[in-house]
């Protein structure tokens, strides 16, 4: 069955360093998001993505972060200079339909 | 901004029995999303409801759409073990929007 995939799946990183937090959608889908849970926290979205450009952001999805679909494969979130509280599990999800969103596994993301 | 009102916030019960849960807004939502989530990993999709008044079932899982649009409830039969982990539930406004809404969680522990 296909399957979303992310990775690394832990990552570790100095205050104020770039990150790039890398997922592979499942093959025919064509929406994409991220979304992050805070350690005992709800899931909150982030930012979605369609069409090559981004579709709806959150309000915690600042100038830090950024999307890109670089090749036909690979959609990516890069937190350009992390804080502390950007610590949390980062999802990414797929859709083919606006609807039915299908979740990745996760990364880890702790910031020191 | 929207939120979702999950209750109850956990769950203790014996192996066997049946198991009840819901979520409400003061938004009408036009998708609901029950996910189940397992610690370290990712939401897992159980059942997407797409019509007010919509009952779904899968395997032990039945879920409904209220008529109003801004509840749902899940109900598990016969729980077994296997079931614990986190409950979510997700809507989607009629804004037109990507974004999915998550609840607050429904926290599900199976005494063998």
């Not at chain 1, 969103?101 to 996760?106: A, E, I, K, S, V």
């Not at chain 2, 807004?25 to 997407?48: H, R």
């Amino acid at each position: 069955e296909p399957e979303v995939t992310q990775t690394p799946s832990h990552q570790v990183t100095q205050m104020g360093q770039e990150v790039i937090l890398r997922c592979v959608p499942i093959s025919n889908h064509l929406y994409f998001y991220w979304y992050r849970q805070i350690l005992g926290q709800k899931v909150e979205f982030l930012v979605s993505f369609y069409n090559n450009e981004i579709s709806e952001k959150s309000e915690i999805f600042d100038d830090q972060f950024s999307v890109e679909r670089p090749d036909g494969s690979n959609f990516t979130l890069k937190i350009r200079s992390t804080k502390l509280e950007d610590s949390a599990m980062y999802f990414c999800a797929s859709s083919v339909s606006e609807e039915t969103q299908y979740f990745g596994p996760g990364t880890r993301l702790l910031v020191l | 901004g929207q939120q979702l009102n999950q209750s109850p916030q956990s769950m203790f019960i014996q192996e066997g029995e049946d198991v009840s849960m819901n979520c409400t807004s003061s938004s009408i939502f036009n998708t609901w999303l029950w996910y189940k989530q397992e610690p370290g990993e990712g939401p897992v999709l159980l059942i997407a409801l797409y019509k007010a008044g919509e009952l779904t079932s899968n395997g032990r899982l039945t879920a409904q759409f209220g008529i109003t649009r801004k509840d749902s409830f899940l109900n598990i039969s016969a729980s077994i073990p296997s079931d614990v982990g986190i409950y979510f539930c997700a809507g989607c406004t009629t804004s037109g929007t990507y974004k999915y809404i998550f609840g607050t969680g429904t926290r599900l522990k199976v005494l063998a």
